[in-house]
């Protein structure tokens, strides 16, 4: 077969192959030199008239064969292709044997023996094997997703609106906000919103949190979100503000000549740091006149058009953003200029804002999420409750009942204020620092709703003790109980719900960030207690295989940046360009509250006594560490 060929020897060949092969080769086509040219015609091979017909292989069969030195795998390719496309053993041998003439012509008998008899019979087996295992995986994939299309028929990613729970409404605030909402349109979480940060401006600066080295006040940001008109904002600060009225026409209300037992109210009209400081300055010089400090500090800021902060803080040269963030965490209004001459020291300011959720999501800039300025605000999503077409207002008598119990709360919380600052600290008792520990974990868990709904969630922990503080501010005590945790925590709650209402009302992003969550907690379950893992591992095993590779880069690069894993790199061959990646799980370090006071007592005892006693010894165990701190391993 490797000279050339008589034309009556290739017609009687041509004969005797289309009688092999069920007649499938037509005198023109069946020059053996021009087989490259052709497919090789399966389509008309049918052994039975109910067989149906095979597939045509490729064209360059002979071609694709015959490319590279690696016959033997293109042999392998070749047959697993024939095989998916259908076509049966014996009509494989049949081209293997033709084509195994064409390789004995080009490369030799040895590579043309390769492809024939057990060998061919093993190939043939191997691919057969191959594709009952690929029909079984593609049959158990389609029953998971037809199982998965079944439930997901009755479930979605729609974010529903949050829902309070009777818990928000504890003791005093309880009373304005259903008072309020009793027989009116108004929802009472609104009122409680606006009557708790109206109530945290009026306590001062005398009663605090410490947390680690930092004091914190106690001043709200508290911002109602809610469509126009539907939202009763207006409403929500309607009693609280009749309360403050009745307050301040209170002859008893009067704490000496220029001291008042409430501080001062802004109603709107915010614009820059400069028009901030001037309510509560530290005294300046205008012209010639001194203009002397302001003593009380404290200041309840009212905008019902927030929106009109936001658009400020776009402004070029215009720091009001900055300065509230500065009077959220306790500091003082600096000028923002070297030439600036309005200081205020230790201001004392709460806020309550309203916009609708349109403003907000269209106003609010990336930077304002990032910086930290939108997660200063407890934000709560309300509107109203039902329709009243005539609401009578709230009767005087009970408007005088609240405002005496708002006057005695704010008397008790203001002590000696503003003459001393930071002098009565609030405590958690027992049962709710056991509570705030349990609690701790979920308030700084970063939410799996996308990375807008997570940054501006950044602060509920700090937020939920202010609350906290609050509530027991308004049982005239310094101690924070279960009690007033709980309901903090129910507010923490109803805030984290509106914020993921607003922000993630993007059906397709809160889809993808919960199905990144999900894949995280199984990145997490697999992890546990392995040591290194490559990437292929973590795609095929870990994660099923079912994700792209930018899925897989978004949650190794979220678990990286929060600390959840541990990434490695080990060169490849000896060269530094070919690396593997590894990772595995991180080891958190956890602190429980005793443990905590272990490591303070043992920071502050004095390092020149020397003496260590049998406790000390004990606790400074290899499994502790220089401080005598318990660290119990942890996932997430």
């Not at 259908?86 to 040895?110: N, P």
């Not at 349109?358 to 939108?374: M, S, V, Y």
């Not at 001393?420 to 868990?445: F, G, H, N, Q, V």
Request: charge should be neutral.
């Amino acid at each position: 077969m490797s000279g050339p060929i008589a034309p009556a020897a290739r017609q009687a060949y041509a004969e005797a192959l289309n009688g092999l092969m069920g007649g499938i080769l037509a005198p023109e086509s069946g020059v053996l030199d021009a087989w490259q040219q052709y497919p090789i015609p399966f389509a008309s091979h049918a052994t039975t008239a109910d067989q149906p017909a095979a597939p045509q292989p490729p064209a360059d069969a002979l071609a694709d064969l015959l490319s590279g030195d690696d016959i033997h795998g293109n042999a392998l390719r070749l047959v697993g292709r024939m095989v998916r496309e259908g076509v049966t053993d014996a009509m494989i041998r049949s081209t293997f044997q033709i084509l195994a003439q064409q390789v004995e012509a080009m490369r030799g008998a040895d590579r043309a023996q390769a492809l024939l008899g057990g060998e061919l019979t093993r190939m043939i087996r191997g691919a057969r094997d191959w594709q009952a295992r690929g029909q079984t995986d593609r049959e158990d994939q389609r029953r998971r997703e037809s199982a998965a299309m079944d439930q997901s028929a009755d479930s979605d990613f729609l974010t529903p609106p949050p829902r309070p729970t009777e818990a928000m409404f504890y003791g005093l605030t309880g009373e304005v906000a259903r008072t309020a909402a009793a027989g009116r349109e108004v929802n009472p979480v609104s009122v409680a919103a606006a009557f708790l940060s109206w109530l945290s401006a009026q306590v001062g600066r005398d009663v605090y949190l410490q947390v680690g080295d930092v004091r914190h006040p106690v001043p709200l940001f508290t911002l109602h979100v809610g469509r126009t008109a539907i939202a009763a904002k207006g409403e929500s600060t309607g009693l609280p503000l009749r309360i403050d009225e009745a307050i301040r026409q209170s002859p008893l209300a009067r704490l000496g000549p220029e001291q008042h037992l409430l501080g001062q109210t802004h109603a709107g009209g915010l614009s820059s740091r400069e028009g901030l400081t001037l309510f509560v300055h530290d005294g300046y010089k205008s012209g010639r006149d001194d203009i002397p400090s302001i003593e009380d500090k404290r200041l309840w800021v009212f905008e019902p058009e927030f929106q009109n902060v936001i658009a400020q803080g776009k402004r070029e040269g215009n720091t009001l953003s900055a300065a509230l963030r500065d009077v959220w965490d306790g500091g003082s209004i600096k000028p923002a200029t070297k030439g600036g001459r309005i200081w205020a020291s230790v201001p004392h300011i709460a806020l309550h804002g309203c916009i609708t959720p349109f403003e907000l999501r269209a106003g609010l800039e990336q930077k304002d999420i990032t910086n930290g300025f939108g997660n200063r605000f407890l934000l709560i999503w309300a509107e109203r409750t039902c329709l009243v077409p005539l609401p009578r207002a709230t009767a005087p008598e009970a408007i005088s009942r609240l405002a005496r119990r708002a006057e005695r709360v704010i008397r008790f919380a203001l002590g000696t204020y503003p003459a001393t600052i930071y002098t009565r600290e609030l405590r958690l008792t027992p049962d709710a620092e056991t509570m705030w520990c349990s609690a701790y974990r979920s308030l700084k868990r970063r939410e799996p709703l996308g990375e807008t709904v997570a940054a501006l969630l950044e602060r509920r922990a700090p937020i939920t003790l202010r609350l906290a503080g609050l509530f027991a501010l308004t049982d005239e005590s310094l101690m924070i109980e279960a009690r007033h945790l709980a309901a903090a925590l129910a507010w923490s709650r109803y805030h984290r719900d509106s914020v993921a209402f607003v922000f993630g009302a993007e059906v397709e992003q809160t889809r993808q960030a919960i199905e990144q969550s999900d894949r995280r907690r199984k990145l997490r379950d697999y992890l546990a207690g392995r040591d290194w893992v490559i990437r292929s591992e973590i795609l095929s095993r870990a994660l099923g295989g079912k994700v792209t590779a930018n899925d897989l880069n978004g949650v190794l690069q979220a678990m990286l940046a929060d600390g959840e894993i541990e990434q490695k790199q080990e060169a490849r061959g000896g060269a530094a360009t070919n690396t593997k990646t590894f990772y595995r799980a991180s080891v958190a370090r956890e602190i429980d509250a005793k443990d905590a006071k272990h490591a303070q007592d043992g920071v502050n005892a004095d390092p020149e006594s020397g003496r260590t006693t049998a406790k000390d010894a004990e606790r400074r165990t290899p499994e502790k560490d220089a401080a005598g701190v318990v660290c119990r391993e942890v996932i997430g």
